[in-house]
């Protein structure tokens, strides 16, 4: 019969159960913004003529971005006949057309003069920019390890603890009989992470006789949260 470790303290091996959390505050590496073309019209053709003229000129624009453009992809698109409100019969009044590409840069001095660009095409909308770290971002890595040499600190101080009390009760003649377990609170149960703030900037643009200055864009600082509960077991203290 195979020995299976015991989830609480025995007085041989006591339990030592801690949490430790890490919060760092680092730059954004990439930023995303929604790129919205539109197009209307009261034939079907026409719109949808537009609307891929227009959706080919700010997929140009955005490429013309090179290494700035880390990604870009498209999110949806429609084109939704607009009914008249009033009659017996249902007739067409115009037909809506809409795309929307996601567009991640890397590059924030690039991300200013591009969301102004693309603002600047006809009946294009631009949202964000929504600023980010990479799902491998060295900073993910030194907030876990940092939780980690919490955890293992405070389960150091614990066991200086142990000790404390083992003096304390030697001091009015007492002594301890046996530690089973020592629990941190909070060590089984895991916080939530707070979502990094998200800022956007939706507008229409429209034809402009000159060019305007590129949008001075102050990056979003982002928060990095790691936690670990670790458990582990002492050598039998001398009580």
Do not use: C
């Not at 102004?116 to 030194?142: F, N, Y």
């Not at 066991?159 to 030697?170: L, M, N, S």
């Not at 007492?174 to 941190?184: F, G, K, T, V």
């Amino acid at each position: 019969m195979t020995d299976t470790a015991l989830p609480y303290g025995t007085p041989d091996a006591p339990r030592l159960a801690v949490r430790g959390e890490a919060r760092l505050e680092v730059d954004p590496e990439i930023a995303r913004i929604a790129v919205t073309v539109t197009a209307r019209g009261t034939d079907r053709s026409t719109a949808l003529t537009d609307l891929t003229r227009r959706n080919e000129q700010a997929l140009t624009l955005l490429k013309t971005y090179g290494d700035a453009l880390e990604k870009l992809e498209t999110g949806a698109f429609s084109l939704t006949p607009q009914l008249t409100e009033k009659g017996r019969h249902e007739r067409i009044r115009a037909y809506h057309g809409r795309v929307t590409h996601t567009a991640t840069l890397n590059d924030f001095t690039a991300l200013g003069e591009l969301t102004t660009r693309l603002a600047e095409l006809d009946l294009t909308r631009v949202d964000g920019p929504w600023w980010a770290l990479r799902p491998d971002s060295p900073a993910h890595r030194a907030a876990r390890t940092q939780a980690v040499h919490e955890a293992v600190q405070r389960a150091r101080e614990y066991a200086e603890a142990v000790q404390r009390a083992r003096e304390y009760a030697e001091a009015v003649g007492a002594r301890l009989d046996a530690l089973l377990e020592i629990a941190d609170l909070g060590a089984d149960t895991a916080a939530p992470t707070a979502a990094p703030a998200l800022r956007s900037a939706p507008g229409y643009g429209a034809p402009a006789q000159e060019a305007a200055p590129a949008l001075d864009l102050e990056p979003q600082r982002q928060t990095v949260h790691a936690s670990v509960n670790a458990r582990l077991t002492m050598t039998r203290p001398t009580l």
